[in-house]
C-alpha cells in the first residue's frame, strides 16, 4: 500500500511562531487532505489539496505532487493551534475511496 | 450542521466481553468508516462500508466485525475483547465520490481490562 511519512513527529513552539510540517507519500494520489485533531479528540478537515496551494486565514498548504510531498504552514501559532495534524492521502489506483494517514505531527504551542 | 456520533466517549470493558461501537451519521452518506488511532501509528482503517448491508476489510481487520442495517448507521463489533483493542475509536462518513469531505465523530476511548 501507499506509505504516508510525516515531519516533525512533535513541535514545541512558543506563541506567535511559524511552523512548517510536511507530508511525504510514496505513490501518486488523488487526494490529499490536512486535519487538525483538537486535544478533545475531534478531527477536523483543514484543506483538500491534491496539487497547489490553498490558504486560510493563519493556516496555508501546498502540494507538490510531482514530488510527492505536502507542506502545512502555520503562521503566528496561537494556543489554539496545539493539537496533532494528520496527513490523508487517497491512493490513485488503489484508493477505492478509503484514505492512508499518516502518524501525525504534535504541535504544543506554549503562550 | 453535518454531524456524526458515536455512542460513547469513553469505554471500559473486561477481556472476552462482547463490544458494540454505535457510528450514526444524518448526512444520508453512503460511505461509513472504522478506525483505530493509536500512539505514534496514526489511524489505520479497520473496516469501511459504501453502502447498506456492504462491507470491506481495511487494513486491520482481525478481531472485528461490522454490521450496517440501515444507512445511517454503522457498528463496530468486538466479538470477544482483548487488552490489545485497547485504543481510541474514530468513525467517519462521506458521500460517495466525495472523499475529499470526511466527516468524523468525536471518538470513543475504549479500554479492556
Known amino acids: 500500500g501507499i506509505q504516508v511519512e510525516q515531519s516533525p513527529p512533535d513541535l514545541i513552539l512558543q506563541e506567535g511562531a511559524n511552523s512548517t510540517l510536511r507530508c511525504n507519500f510514496s505513490?501518486?494520489?488523488?487526494?490529499l487532505q490536512w486535519f487538525h485533531q483538537n486535544p478533545w479528540g475531534q478531527l477536523i478537515n483543514l484543506f483538500y489539496i491534491p496539487s497547489g496551494t490553498k490558504q486560510n486565514g493563519r493556516l496555508s498548504a501546498t502540494t507538490v505532487a510531482t514530488e510527492r510531498y505536502s507542506l502545512l504552514y502555520i503562521s503566528s501559532s496561537q494556543t489554539t493551534d496545539s493539537g496533532v495534524y494528520f496527513c490523508a492521502v487517497e491512493h490513485t489506483n488503489f484508493g477505492n475511496e478509503k484514505l492512508t494517514f499518516g502518524t501525525g505531527t504534535r504541535l504544543t504551542i506554549i503562550p | 450542521d453535518v454531524k456524526v456520533t458515536q455512542s460513547s466517549r469513553y469505554l471500559v470493558k473486561r477481556t472476552g466481553e462482547k463490544v458494540f461501537l454505535e457510528c450514526v451519521q444524518d448526512m444520508d452518506h453512503e460511505n461509513m468508516f472504522w478506525y483505530r488511532q493509536d500512539p505514534g501509528l496514526g489511524l489505520r482503517l479497520i473496516y469501511f462500508s459504501y453502502d447498506v448491508k456492504m462491507k470491506e476489510k481495511g487494513d486491520i481487520p482481525e478481531g472485528y466485525s461490522v454490521s450496517r442495517e440501515k444507512k445511517e448507521r454503522f457498528s463496530l463489533i468486538l466479538e470477544s475483547a482483548s487488552t490489545n483493542q485497547t485504543s481510541m475509536y474514530l468513525c467517519?462518513?462521506?458521500?460517495?465520490?466525495?472523499?475529499?469531505?470526511?466527516?468524523f465523530g468525536p471518538g470513543t476511548r475504549l479500554t479492556v481490562t
Open positions: 467517519a462518513s462521506t458521500h460517495r465520490g466525495a472523499s475529499y469531505e470526511q466527516y
Open positions: 505513490d501518486s494520489v488523488n487526494n
